[in-house]
Structures are given as C-alpha cells and as structure tokens.
Antibody
Framework: QVQLVEFGGGVVQPGRSLRLSCAAS????????MHWVRQAPGKGLEWVAL????????YYADSVKGRFTISRDNSKNTLHLQMNSLRAEDTAMFYC????????????WGQGTLVTVSS | EVVMTQSPATLSVSPGEKATLSCRAS??????LAWYQQKPGQAPRLLIY???TRATGIPARFSGSGSGTEFTLTISSLQSEDFAVYYC??????????FGQGTKVEIK
C-alpha cells in the first residue's frame, strides 16, 4: 500500500535550520511530483513547495522563498525539505504529498511531522 | 495568486441530512479543483478531483460540481464518519497551489 512517512521535525530556535525528510513506498515515486504542505496549529492548509518528477523544477510559496529548499532522491524514494532561518511563524505540521502532475490534486499524503520554532 | 474562499466556515448538520459546501475562486480555475477531508489528528485525504471525479475508495454520497469560479461539494446523507473539516484547492493557476480556509462540518 502507498505510504509516505515524514521525519525530522522537532523543536528549533528561531534563526536555526532543520531538514525534513519523507520516505515513500508503494507507488512509483519518480512518476509523481511532490509537494510539502503545512498546517499551523488550529489553522488551515498552506502549500509550501513543489518539486517536479526528476527534480529539475522547484516552486515555493512566497513565505518560504529563499529560506526553504525542496529536493528529492528518486534512487532512494525520498523527499527532503531544508529549512533555514526558521521563524516562529513556521511552526506547523508539515505534510509531504504526491500528485500525478503539476495540474492534479494531491493523491497521497503522509501523516506529517511537527516543527516548532521557539526560543 | 488565486484566492479560494469557502463558505460557510462552520456547517451544523444532523446525521442523515444533506450537506452543501461552497468554494469560490477569485478567478477562473476551469475544473481544476480538488476537495479534501481532514479529521482531527489526521492528514488530509483527497475526496474529489477535476471538480467532480471521486478519488479511489470515496463513497458515492460525496459529489462535486462546478467550473470556473463556483464549486460545490455535496454530502448526500451525512454519516458519523463524515464530520470533519473540508478544504477546496485549485491547481489550475500555479504557483502557488492554493487552498480555501476550510469548512467544518459538525453534528447538529
């Protein structure tokens, strides 16, 4: 069955960095574009970043552009999100999600990993 | 950026009744719209894509309609497991891929 498992979350001080990862199984990872979507406590869903099938294209929300970097390793079926210069407002549950293409809904979702930015 | 606006924010419905949720886009998104269900403590789950196509395993009581800027998610007869938050999302004009703020369906 399809599984997306995020890890790497935790408590980090403002200005520091954190790297999230998402391990995929049960589907052809390289045939899916991958998103990161976050959800602040008690709030709605916010799209964060997308990476194309082969990693050649990346897109970011304005709120994270220049601070976050999405990457993928298709040989290891793994997605990453490098988060630098973290701010209190980055505190959220981070979900990885897969879609068949840029113009498709998000078919598969992980259970999320919580990032808390606090001094 | 396409802004997605959902209404109402909260919908109180009795089990067995019909629920109608609305989603409006600030500009046309054609039929490139999805609906997601999120239960407390869980990840979102894709319900509907292409405005009206049910995702795999989604019961027939869930239906979607609309195109352009106005969309509707209908749950024909609410079951206990359907009480949740529902989000719409457009994937026509990107980046960004934008979500509505959500509609909470609660037990009346």
């Amino acid at each position: 069955q399809v599984q997306l498992v995020e890890f790497g979350g935790g408590v980090v001080q403002p200005g520091r960095s954190l790297r999230l990862s998402c391990a995929a199984s049960g589907f052809t990872f390289s045939s899916y574009v991958m998103h990161w979507v976050r959800q602040a406590p008690g709030k709605g869903l916010e799209w964060v970043a997308l990476i194309s099938y082969d990693g050649s294209s990346e897109y970011y929300a304005d709120s994270v552009k220049g601070r976050f970097t999405i990457s993928r390793d298709n040989s290891k079926n793994t997605l990453h999100l490098q988060m630098n210069s973290l701010r209190a407002e980055d505190t959220a549950m981070f979900y990885c999600a897969g879609a068949r293409g840029h113009g498709y809904g998000l078919d598969y979702w992980g259970q999320g990993t919580l990032v808390t930015v606090s001094s | 950026e396409v802004v997605m606006t959902q209404s109402p924010a909260t919908l109180s419905v009795s089990p067995g009744e019909k629920a109608t949720l609305s989603c409006r886009a600030s500009q046309s998104v054609s039929s490139n719209l999805a609906w997601y269900q999120q239960k407390p403590g869980q990840a979102p789950r894709l319900l509907i894509y292409g405005s009206s196509t049910r995702a795999t395993g989604i019961p027939a009581r869930f239906s979607g309609s609309g195109s352009g800027t106005e969309f509707t998610l209908t749950i024909s007869s609410l079951q206990s497991e359907d009480f949740a938050v529902y989000y719409c999302q457009q994937y026509y004009n990107w980046p960004p891929w934008t979500f509505g703020q959500g509609t909470k369906v609660e037990i009346k």
